[in-house]
């Protein structure tokens, strides 16, 4: 069984649950585990352990969140070498779609080079600042997974 860890950022919770989705679609696989954790747990955590990584937060003033990017900068330190990469994000402005995640898998080019990036990354709508998540989005995010998952099993 392969392992896969998502990071997300998250202010209220709804990047949280996407990732959550995309673990979930992950594991309906049965191709991998997925262990979930904030940024601020990157630091401590083994990442040599892991077949696949994702990074994912919401889009701020325009820009992805320094937490994810930081997050993104400190696990390519530690090793993201020949592993499976992606990004995802939540927006409300739709013409904000995909931003932030474009903006994590531009850094994740830079500073992981020796990583494998599946490419685009996944992009959320919330209804409001504080959430919800668009009603079809968690859908979309186990999808994603099964996806990630099935490129981490070839
Ligand atoms: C300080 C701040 C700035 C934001 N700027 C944007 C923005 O530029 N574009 C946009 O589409 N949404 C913006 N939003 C809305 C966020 O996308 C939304 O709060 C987020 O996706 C919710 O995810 P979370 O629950 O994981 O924090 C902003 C929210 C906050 C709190």
Same mark, same amino acid.
């Given at each position: 069984? /392969?392992?896969v860890l998502v990071v997300f950022d998250s202010t209220y919770g709804n990047t949280e649950k996407l990732g959550r989705e995309i673990a979930s679609g992950i594991e309906e696989t049965g191709i991998a585990e997925c262990k979930v954790i904030n940024i601020d747990?990157? #630091?401590? #955590?083994d990442l040599s352990v892991y077949d696949g990584v994702l990074f994912g937060g919401p889009i701020h003033a325009f820009r992805a969140?320094? @937490?994810i990017k930081g997050a993104v900068k400190k696990a390519a330190k530690k090793g993201l070498d020949g592993k499976l990469? =992606?990004?995802y994000d939540t927006y409300q402005a739709t013409s904000h779609e995909g931003k932030a995640a474009k903006q994590? #898998? @531009? $850094? $994740? /080019? /830079? /500073?992981a080079s020796g990583a494998n990036v599946l490419s685009p990354g996944l992009s =959320? $709508?919330? $209804?409001d600042r504080e959430g919800p998540l668009? *009603? *079809?989005e968690p859908a979309k995010a186990r999808e994603f997974g099964q996806r990630f998952a099935q490129e981490l099993g070839e």
């Open positions: 069984m /392969k392992k747990d990157v #630091e401590s #955590e969140t320094r @937490g990469v =992606a990004s994590i #898998e @531009g $850094l $994740l /080019k /830079k /500073k =959320a $709508l919330v $209804l668009q *009603d *079809d």
